[in-house]
């Protein structure tokens, strides 16, 4: 459905309600993308941009034995990178920015991925969203990331009429404050296995309640 069509937007009780429900029924949530560390994870993070976590998951074990590091990806041929990741969306321009990252890893970071959102932005690839991410997953950092899930949930239930992913971040940032990192991930999950873009299951859904736009689909 288009977030076009203007919703009415949550009041305050409403939007403290709605952070309630999300820790509740996902006091524990976290990524379903698989790493062992952080730069396994910004990779995975990085890939998973257009793509699938299920896809990412698939593709990343083989990936991370070839290339086990930043120095050993950063020294890679960018056409034996894309061969491990061909089965992902936009895999010619992230083998190349996987690449472009590691160097600057090597070249400005001493072989380490920094955790800091501001350095983070400075590598290949890695927009404020992803960089986010890795912040939430890895440090549990009190941010919110806008993905395609989140942004349909955020406007389906009145929490944000931003047209723009980063703009919409910058709302729910305003009107939840605390606990971030764990309704980032709760939101993500929600859209992606209840509040689908498709044929979303709203019967029996804990946010019903809430939802402004429910009386629009047809399930």
Request: contains cysteine; charged residues 25%; glycine residues 2%.
């Amino acid at each position: 459905m288009s977030n076009a069509k203007k919703v009415k937007k949550a009041t305050k009780k409403e939007i403290d309600e709605i952070k309630t429900l999300f820790l509740h029924h996902y006091p524990d949530s976290l990524t379903e993308l698989n790493y062992s560390n952080l730069y396994e994870l910004l990779i995975a993070v990085m890939l998973s941009a257009q793509c699938t976590d299920k896809r990412v998951n698939m593709i990343t074990p083989a990936l991370f034995e070839a290339y086990p590091d930043p120095v050993s990806l950063a020294n890679a041929d960018v056409e034996s990178v894309k061969s491990y990741i061909n089965t992902c969306s936009f895999f010619n321009n992230k083998a190349k920015n996987l690449i472009k990252m590691a160097q600057s890893v090597v070249e400005n970071y001493d072989n380490k991925i920094p955790l800091e959102r501001d350095e983070l932005v400075k590598l290949a690839g890695v927009g404020q969203k992803t960089a986010n991410v890795v912040m939430i997953e890895y440090a549990g950092a009190n941010l919110m990331a806008v993905d395609t899930h989140v942004y349909r949930v955020a406007h389906r239930l009145g929490l944000s009429d931003a047209k723009t992913a980063i703009k919409c971040e910058e709302e729910l940032t305003k009107k939840f404050k605390t606990d971030l990192h764990l309704l980032h991930q709760a939101m993500v999950l929600f859209g992606r296995y209840k509040c689908k873009a498709v044929k979303p299951e709203c019967d029996g859904c804990f946010m019903k309640k809430y939802c402004k736009t429910s009386q629009t689909f047809k399930v």
